[in-house]
């Protein structure tokens, strides 16, 4: 009986345990330190109060069930000895014959960790309920406030990056102020609000081409969303942003711009890029480790002459089966075989009949990538009832603008007044490798 | 034009408000510490990951809208000062006419605050949060524990209280013991789990008849529950809780034996009963104070020669109305009707097909309960949306016993580990007021 072990829960590492799943003689351990796969897609919308967390939230061993050699297992992956084939977790250590390293990537703020605190990013369903804690708390605290000034500060909302995430959130506040704002709080004037993005490149979403970047920055501006390109934030505080000699006074700021692998792979001592992505041969296995595989967005994966592979939710999906596939031949002591992608194209949406998507020469905006995007979110989200309640939710958004689901807790404050329970040096540790968020959306 | 201070946004603040709404020459500013109207009925489900918490809380603004006098501010209440008409809050004072007073219940450890640590009690939705973390990370330990004692323990859940919360928490973790953690969980054995009820008179539900109370004694041991009445909890801590002579070791212990009005009433000065609640006179005004009102868990109010009414969701509902009707006549100068209470009966429910009805003379259980049960808090439920999404749950559920929702979060750490941004001293300033939770639950 072969053991496998699989570290992260994300697509990568679901689609391994599902290629494992019922095969003689082989047994698998998924841990993840959440018991649910998070459709990161989507967490966007969690923090936009258009959907639930549980809606996009789907638990692993429901979605592994039918697979009765695979046993999912809640916790923390501290470190690895892959010579003695050993892995350490919170609740103990596991041997393994087969290792699969799928912990995905966190946010990175280049060296200024300090930032954090005042422009938080969007990972994780604690990160996106403190982002929409923040975003409601900012228009409740409009609407009480006497002050122009404060009011104007408070309803100034800044996104530091323009990739798809950054883009996503600056459309949906810019709706969110456009329809909502305006109907239900008395004391606002929706003229008040800014929105910007503040992204260092020449065009936001660089990843694609000219044509849609700039189709999609004029339905941004529709929206009253302001685009700063080839702008350098240089400073991060209470007060806002500062941006070459410009301050926005912003009461809220966002931080979708950089992402970084996991420290897993750095703190194993495996070979790893400057984003902290490990370097795998052509089979996803980590070099000079043939039983040791990785994929998603904790993987540098690179053709000859090519860039690494983007951190898309195909990509990790692709790795995570071929993954699978190559463990099995190598259990049958066949040799594995090199991953070939296959391109699935790239979307982002703006809003409300506003997207683009593009695969290879076809390039589509405004509604019909638009339906594109939602058929497609549909079909990747996990569960007949997930799917269900989020088209619900969505066609009672589109014909309503009403998102129930637009209220403020202040126990929300998960992120920056949680006291974690761990010791100091232990949650360093903890914190350099939080095994596992899955990061489908480092598409910057 | 006349302005009607409300405070609070349950049942009770709710209803005043929509009896005032579009009346000429009448303004109304509702506070609360939240955004929402909770549907506290409900909030057992939403610690048991059968609902999403924005399934059952609706945005006050969006309540109101159509009462263009009305503006809801979401902040917390300080203190009062009647004989100046003023109300202090956290984002300044305000002039009223008219004050009404609508702050709710909290827990109440009886002398015992630090047992708060080990059995979190039910009354908002980051407690509910918490008790869904701390039964969900039971099973998560429990699954991957190598030891039967610890295992054992894990699975040993205990609930202070035999009231409807008591009895709804102990019904829904016996079924997802029995339904849900055989089918999904590989390493444990259900057989392990217990589940207490610990309550202090001698039969639970005390307020049903003794028919209705054994039936659903009956319908608890069905599911694995063990009733324990007469009995006392001396000592709750991380190993368990202390009944008498026995220690019973649990890993899970919730609380839903006491609870206490907010402390604004005392604050105040105002005549207030052993339980906090303000008494109030027949035509629900503070006594002394002609234009200071309350109703719902606040208030104390008792007919000559009985007790006080019940904290029951339709009488917070009736009095909010005929507080609301009194302003009316007082600004028109009549005198102030007395308030007569129609009683609806009242109701719990144990699990899937048990429940307990009681009005007057009629008395149901089972099957017709519970259907009954589920369309009267259909019928309570605000919003069309929200009804149609608790509706697909249930029945979701219902066919299936898969909650999808069955995620836990360890940044979900609401409840022990939040680290409040007020001060100390303020911060125990806003903890005796916090204006305001609702709760239509303090049935006991």
Redesign the interface.
């Given at each position: 009986m072969k053991h496998v072990v699989i570290v992260g829960g994300g697509f990568a590492g679901l689609n391994v345990a599902k290629e494992l799943g019922n095969k003689k003689d082989i047994r698998v351990t998924l841990i993840d330190?959440?018991?649910?796969q998070l459709f990161q897609p989507l967490l966007y919308q969690v923090a936009m109060?258009a959907l639930?967390?549980?809606?996009i939230?789907?638990?692993l061993?429901?979605m592994l069930?039918k697979y009765k050699n695979v046993?999912v297992?809640?916790?923390v992956v501290k470190t690895v000895d892959p010579r003695n084939k050993t892995v350490y977790t919170d609740?103990?250590e596991m041997q393994y014959d087969s290792l699969v390293l799928c912990c995905g990537a966190k946010h990175h703020y280049f060296g200024h960790n300090e930032w954090e605190e005042f422009a938080p990013g969007l990972k994780?369903?604690?990160q996106a309920?403190e982002i929409r804690r923040r975003v409601?708390e900012a228009f409740?605290n409009a609407?009480?406030?006497?002050d122009v000034a404060e009011k104007r500060k408070l309803l100034t909302f800044v996104i530091v990056g323009g990739g798809p995430t950054g883009v996503e959130l600056a459309g949906s506040i810019g709706e969110m102020s456009r329809y909502y704002l305006s109907?239900?709080?008395?004391?606002i004037d929706p003229k008040l609000t800014r929105i910007f993005i503040v992204h260092s490149a020449p065009r936001i979403l660089q990843t694609f081409s000219p044509e849609l970047s700039s189709k999609a920055t004029r339905a941004l501006e529709k929206l009253g969303v302001q685009v700063w390109t080839c702008s350098l934030v240089s400073r991060i505080d209470a007060d806002g942003v500062q941006v070459g000699n410009e301050k926005i006074e912003a009461g809220t700021v966002l931080w979708a711009a950089g992402v970084r692998a996991t420290s897993i792979g750095k703190t194993i001592g495996f070979d790893t890029d400057h984003s902290g992505r490990i370097i795998v041969e052509d089979d996803l296995t980590v070099r000079g480790y043939p039983d040791v595989f990785t994929g998603g967005d904790q993987a540098h994966f690179a053709l000859p002459g090519e860039t690494s592979l983007p951190g898309l939710a195909s990509v990790a999906l692709q790795q995570g089966q071929a993954i699978g596939r190559n463990i099995l031949l190598a259990f049958q002591g066949k040799p594995k075989k090199p991953f070939k992608y296959r391109d699935k194209g790239q979307m982002a949406t703006i809003g409300k009949n506003a997207a683009i998507a593009e695969r290879g020469n076809v390039k589509l905006s405004g509604l019909s990538a638009w339906i594109i995007w939602l058929g497609v979110h549909i079909y990747y989200l996990s569960?007949v009832?997930?799917r269900?309640?989020v088209i619900?939710q969505w066609a009672?958004s589109y014909f309503t603008f009403?998102h129930?689901?637009?209220?403020?807790?202040?126990?929300?404050?998960?992120y920056t007044?949680?006291?974690?329970?761990a010791e100091p040096a232990e949650r360093e540790e903890l914190m350099a490798n939080p095994a596992c968020v899955f990061a489908a959306d480092a598409r910057q």
């Amino acid at each position: 009986m072969k053991h496998v072990v699989i570290v992260g829960g994300g697509f990568a590492g679901l689609n391994v345990a599902k290629e494992l799943g019922n095969k003689k003689d082989i047994r698998v351990t998924l841990i993840d330190k959440n018991n649910f796969q998070l459709f990161q897609p989507l967490l966007y919308q969690v923090a936009m109060a258009a959907l639930n967390a549980g809606e996009i939230a789907y638990p692993l061993r429901i979605m592994l069930s039918k697979y009765k050699n695979v046993t999912v297992l809640k916790g923390v992956v501290k470190t690895v000895d892959p010579r003695n084939k050993t892995v350490y977790t919170d609740f103990g250590e596991m041997q393994y014959d087969s290792l699969v390293l799928c912990c995905g990537a966190k946010h990175h703020y280049f060296g200024h960790n300090e930032w954090e605190e005042f422009a938080p990013g969007l990972k994780t369903i604690g990160q996106a309920s403190e982002i929409r804690r923040r975003v409601m708390e900012a228009f409740e605290n409009a609407e009480r406030s006497q002050d122009v000034a404060e009011k104007r500060k408070l309803l100034t909302f800044v996104i530091v990056g323009g990739g798809p995430t950054g883009v996503e959130l600056a459309g949906s506040i810019g709706e969110m102020s456009r329809y909502y704002l305006s109907k239900y709080y008395r004391n606002i004037d929706p003229k008040l609000t800014r929105i910007f993005i503040v992204h260092s490149a020449p065009r936001i979403l660089q990843t694609f081409s000219p044509e849609l970047s700039s189709k999609a920055t004029r339905a941004l501006e529709k929206l009253g969303v302001q685009v700063w390109t080839c702008s350098l934030v240089s400073r991060i505080d209470a007060d806002g942003v500062q941006v070459g000699n410009e301050k926005i006074e912003a009461g809220t700021v966002l931080w979708a711009a950089g992402v970084r692998a996991t420290s897993i792979g750095k703190t194993i001592g495996f070979d790893t890029d400057h984003s902290g992505r490990i370097i795998v041969e052509d089979d996803l296995t980590v070099r000079g480790y043939p039983d040791v595989f990785t994929g998603g967005d904790q993987a540098h994966f690179a053709l000859p002459g090519e860039t690494s592979l983007p951190g898309l939710a195909s990509v990790a999906l692709q790795q995570g089966q071929a993954i699978g596939r190559n463990i099995l031949l190598a259990f049958q002591g066949k040799p594995k075989k090199p991953f070939k992608y296959r391109d699935k194209g790239q979307m982002a949406t703006i809003g409300k009949n506003a997207a683009i998507a593009e695969r290879g020469n076809v390039k589509l905006s405004g509604l019909s990538a638009w339906i594109i995007w939602l058929g497609v979110h549909i079909y990747y989200l996990s569960g007949v009832k997930h799917r269900l309640f989020v088209i619900l939710q969505w066609a009672w958004s589109y014909f309503t603008f009403g998102h129930a689901a637009r209220i403020v807790n202040n126990e929300w404050r998960f992120y920056t007044n949680v006291q974690e329970p761990a010791e100091p040096a232990e949650r360093e540790e903890l914190m350099a490798n939080p095994a596992c968020v899955f990061a489908a959306d480092a598409r910057q």
